[in-house]
């Protein structure tokens, strides 16, 4: 069984664009989970989406936005990027939200100049 | 607000020795605490998930308990090997329904030297 993936793997933005992120999860899982990991705050939750809905959200501002379409996958967007942003993404999938185990891709490692 | 610390941050020991990482958290209402380890760059690779009704759960040379009660999990690793060279992160699941999320600790580097 293929596992989670995530294109791109590296993306260089400047300041002020916009990027794009894609994650297909694994065949079967519903939900999606989104986290930003940098050096200095660790891995920080961003969102989950289940069924096509957002379920829960975290503490970003609303520059980051994601969805998910009616095969799973997910997409996340960043608007007006900052330096800040410059991160590890990671998504991970999971059968259900709920107390199943999450199962990470690889990441997106994106730098903002 | 669940708060997850692992210590320490860093463990160099020797190849063949047996090894506990800790991890505490703040708030003992618990879905589950899951174990990661994370390469350079890479992404996660779960290594052991237990749920809140559970003591301890066990693959291979791993062993992961949690006492919900005292806030706390150990991940034993036994006859460490270099390959075992990593990032350990544990997490929890928390929050009221329709609102869990997964908080992350800070991580403990090891590594073996062989």
């Known amino acids: 069984k293929a596992g989670v993936t995530q294109t791109p793997r590296y993306l260089i933005k400047t300041r002020g664009q916009q990027v794009t992120l894609s994650c297909s999860p694994i065949?079967?899982?519903?939900?999606v989970s989104w986290y930003q990991q940098t050096p200095g705050q660790g891995l920080q939750f961003l969102f989950e989406?289940?069924?096509?809905?957002?379920?829960n959200k975290g503490n970003f501002p609303g520059r980051f936005s994601g969805r998910q379409f009616s095969n799973s996958r997910s997409e996340m967007n960043v608007s007006t990027l900052e330096l800040g942003d410059s991160a590890l993404y990671l998504c991970?999938?999971?059968?259900?939200?709920?107390?199943?185990?999450?199962?990470f891709g690889p990441g997106t490692r994106l730098t903002v100049t | 607000k669940q708060e997850v610390t692992q210590i320490p941050a860093a463990l160099s020991v020797p190849e063949g020795e047996n090894l506990v990482l800790n991890c505490s958290f703040t708030?003992?209402?618990?879905?589950?605490l899951q174990w990661f380890r994370q390469d350079p760059g890479k992404g996660l690779t779960s290594l052991l998930l237990i749920q809140s009704s559970q003591r301890e759960q066990t693959s291979g040379r791993l062993n992961a308990s949690l006492d919900k009660s005292s806030g706390r999990s150990t991940l034993y690793i036994a006859a460490s090997q270099p390959g075992d060279s990593a990032t350990y992160l544990c997490a929890v699941k928390s929050g009221n329904f329709g609102n869990e999320k997964l908080t992350f600790g800070t991580g403990t580097r090891l590594t073996i030297i062989p």
């Open positions: 065949s079967g899982h519903r939900s």
């Open positions: 989406y289940f069924s096509e809905t957002q379920r």
């Open positions: 708030d003992s209402a618990i879905y589950n």
């Open positions: 991970a999938s999971s059968t259900t939200p709920f107390t199943y185990e999450q199962y």
